[in-house]
Structure formats: C-alpha cells, structure tokens
C-alpha cells in the first residue's frame, strides 16, 4: 500500500497570511523524504490553496509521481497538459465546498469525458477519475479511457460506528475488485485519518491512498515527517 500526501493545506497555511511560508514545494520534498510515494495538489478554479506558481515549483521538485487533482476544465487541461504532471485526478469542484464533495459524476459528463482524456493519453499523462465505489461509475470510467479509479472514501470516513463502517468498507472492497477486473488501477481517498486508515491495509487490490488533512492537522504537533511515518507503519509499511 502506497502514501500519496495532498500538501493543499501546506498552501492554506501560507495564504493565511499571505506570504511564503509554509512552501507547499518544501512540504513535498520533505515529504518524499519520508516515504510518501506521489504528492497530491489540487488547483482549484478560485486558487483558494495551491496557486498557479505553486504546481510550476511542484513540477520542478517532485520526483516520485505528481498527481495534479483538478475539475474538468479547458482551462485545467491547458494547465496541466503544459505542465505534464505524471498523472491527473478529475474531481467535481463547487466554488462553495469546504472539500471536494462525492465523487465526479460520471454518467452526466460520460460523453465529453471520453474527448477530454484523449490529449492525456497522447501525452502520456495518466488519468484517474475520483468516483463513488460504484460497479456503473467504474464500468464507465474504464469506457472513457481512464487508467485509475479513485474511490471515494468520504462516506466511510464519516461513519461512527463498527458496523457502519464495515458496511461501506464492504462496498469499497468489492468495487476494488471489480475495478481491478477490468484492469483499472484502484487508489483510494478522502478523509482518511489515523483511526480509519488500517484497514485498508488489508485490501490487496488498492494499490495507494492519498491523504491530505489529517496528516497535516498531525505534522502542526509532531511535524511532517514523524505524520507521514506513522501513517506508512498504519498501512503496514516500515515507516
Ligand atoms: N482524494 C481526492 C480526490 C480529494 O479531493 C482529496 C481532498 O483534496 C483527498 C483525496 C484527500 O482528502 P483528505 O484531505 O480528507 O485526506
């Protein structure tokens, strides 16, 4: 199981005052330093947290693997097509979210998808679709072209009890699998922490998650490479 680290709140941090520290290129340096297989950002529409010269400076230093999450926008694919991150994440983006909100609708935007992922491949720059784990959802991210399905952890997260939490963890395994089935690459994300991470430990067919806020919420007390080491030994890595 691999750690991707989302370092958008590195750059929330920074724009709290609007100056140049915390650098979200040094969070991910440090990052790779300690374990995190791929750094995550998302350039939002209203550049609320990663900025434009952000992903630039991103590109420059990453060198595990640079997923780029982004809306389905002209303006994004010109922006990533030129900046050529190893990989891209299409998510829904509504202006007055907190965080991204369920996954990308993909019935609703099957027919232009499969147009917009074209360039990506030509390029080749992989495309992963964040979905609800969902057997049609995932069956039409693999028509449209896309070579990773993300699944939406979101609902999981927010579960309070045992059961509850084993149920959607029921969902989620049998939509990795059927994922893997059609030779899609599973990844798995949103508001996993360090109470409800482990055991995706144990689901052979989800290859990393990506984790954003809880790891950097920890790093404000122990710092950033103690939270990501601890997450890695979470996932049953060595840390
Ligand atoms: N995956 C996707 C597609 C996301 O949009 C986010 C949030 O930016 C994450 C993973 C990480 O979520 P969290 O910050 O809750 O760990």
Redesign the pocket.
Known sequence: MRLAV?I?HIATLRNARNEYDPDPAEAALLAEKSGAAGI?C?LREDRRHIRDLDLQRLRQVVTTKLDL?MAMTEEMQAIALRTKPELV?L?PENREEL??EGGFNITRHFNALTEYIKPFRDASIAVSI?IEPDERAIELAGKAGADIV?LHTGIYSLKETDQEREKELKKIRHAARFARSLNLEVVA????NYKNSAPFAAIEEIEEV?????IIARAAFTGLESAIREMIKLLGGEG
Do not use: K, P
């Open positions: 989302n958008d995550v998302h999450e994440t998510v965080t991204t964040f993300e994300g949103h508001g996993l990506s984790i954003g806020h809880a």
